[in-house]
């Protein structure tokens, strides 16, 4: 039988989004801003990648050469690269932020100063533009001179001792979850400050973005939580301390399932299932309390019933008992099921490179003002001249070229081998 195949997603180049006519000038480097400048890519926006020479760092994310991460993150995007430790390629950001809407950066707090684009220069030239700035720990504070990677975040705002289990070490994500959620905050956040702007007549404003505080706020109740109880949250590995049953259990065929049982009926309904109506009446499991305080011997009984049986069976049976459950899948599974490849959760866009590139599609989806995907990621400098030429005019672009001060990135490529 033939591979299962995402569904093929062609570029339309003239569609207009909801976003249409908002400019962004994007200066941030790897994975926040370009998290959240891709949401509005995706939703029409025009979308400016200032990049150096040699290209934003997230292109050196390769795998056997190909730029994955960047063509996933910076589709719907132009680039313009930019040689920003010249006053040319500075005078560019300028002229460019005063026809845009929006301006992202994630230079280490002072970097913008000291290059002449602080907040109050740009807000003298345009006074509507919405700033958004990334950072690690934000821009001010004892910690603003810190580098702002991710990992530093995961494990100073506490997710990382409450992710593992209790016997071994800490663990950080295996993903940008920091970077990731900023950018997520930092999306809702531009269409605030855009709607004062554009419904209420406002003036432009700056938002402080460090990836610390999102991060520390999903943590939720955790600093009332110790206020009242004097305790710190454990690693309970998968087992969830607020409700019970709650966790991951192995399959007779060595595959893996997730199971939740966060109400008390459906707590109970697991209970009927597996043969055990009488543990329904047992005081260790009578109540979500005492269920959580005996997970371990819970979570026993589960696993024996669960193991018993393989994947297709279990998913089957409790299925139909409308039981939550369902497969733990890594990304060969995803890639081939069902769900993922009917609903296009999945899909795939033509790609220089890879002939296809499989990919996520606009998300979320909108029933009136949907996104589109309008044009692969660019290669460096690739809208220079289209959006620079007509901007300086036809001698002083060549001129800037020749210098240096606007780059195609081919010589930075050279120059880096």
Not at 364 to 386: C, D, F, I, W, Y
Request: net charge neutral; with cysteine.
């Amino acid at each position: 039988m033939p591979a299962k195949r995402p569904a093929k997603k062609s570029f339309t180049p003239g569609a207009r989004g909801p976003l249409n006519g908002v400019r962004v000038v994007d200066l941030s480097r790897l994975v926040a801003g370009n998290v959240l400048t891709l949401q509005l890519a995706d939703f029409g926006a025009e979308v400016i990648k200032i990049e150096p020479p040699e290209g934003d760092t997230l292109r050196s994310w390769r795998v056997k050469g190909v730029e994955t991460a960047w063509k996933v993150y910076s589709r719907n995007k132009k680039s313009v690269a930019l040689d920003l430790r010249s006053d040319a390629g500075r005078t560019i950001v300028r002229e460019l932020a005063k026809t845009a809407a929006i301006l992202v950066e994630s230079f280490r707090p002072g970097v913008m100063e000291d290059m002449g684009l602080s907040p109050a220069e740009l807000h003298a030239i345009n006074p509507k533009l919405v700033i958004l700035r990334i950072s690690g720990w934000g821009q001010d504070g004892r910690y603003r001179h810190k580098p702002g990677f991710g990992t530093l975040i995961e494990g100073y705002s506490g997710f990382a001792s409450m992710n593992g289990f209790a016997d071994r070490e800490p663990v950080l994500p295996p993903m940008y979850l920091a970077d990731c959620m900023a950018a997520l905050n930092g999306y809702g956040a531009v269409m605030v400050a855009l709607r004062e702007v554009e419904m209420n007549g406002g003036k432009g404003q700056v938002l402080d973005l460090p990836l610390f505080d999102p991060l520390f706020s999903m943590l939720g109740p955790q600093a009332a939580n110790h206020k009242l109880t004097g305790e710190v949250k454990v690693r309970t590995g998968s087992r969830s301390t607020n409700a019970a049953p709650r966790n991951v259990y192995q399959t007779k065929d060595g595959s893996w399932v997730c199971l939740s049982a966060s109400t008390q009926g459906m707590a109970m309904r697991v209970l009927d299932k597996i043969g055990r109506p009488e543990l329904k009446e047992d005081p260790r499991f009578a109540t979500n309390i005492e269920r959580v305080r005996n997970g371990v011997e819970l979570d026993r009984i589960i696993g024996e019933f669960v193991g018993a049986r393989d994947l297709d069976e279990n998913l089957r049976y409790f299925d139909e008992a409308g039981v939550t459950i369902g497969p733990v899948y890594d990304i060969s599974q995803i890639v081939q099921d069902d769900y993922v490849l009917e609903r296009e959760s999945l899909i795939e866009i033509e790609d220089a490179d890879m002939g296809e590139l499989p990919t996520h599609p606009v998300v979320p989806r909108m029933s009136g003002t949907p996104g589109a995907l309008k044009s692969a990621a660019p290669t460096v400098g690739e809208h220079n001249e289209a959006l620079l030429k007509p901007m300086l005019g036809a001698a002083e672009y060549d001129k800037l070229c020749a210098s240096g001060a606007i780059s195609d990135g081919k010589t930075a490529g050279k120059k880096k081998k």
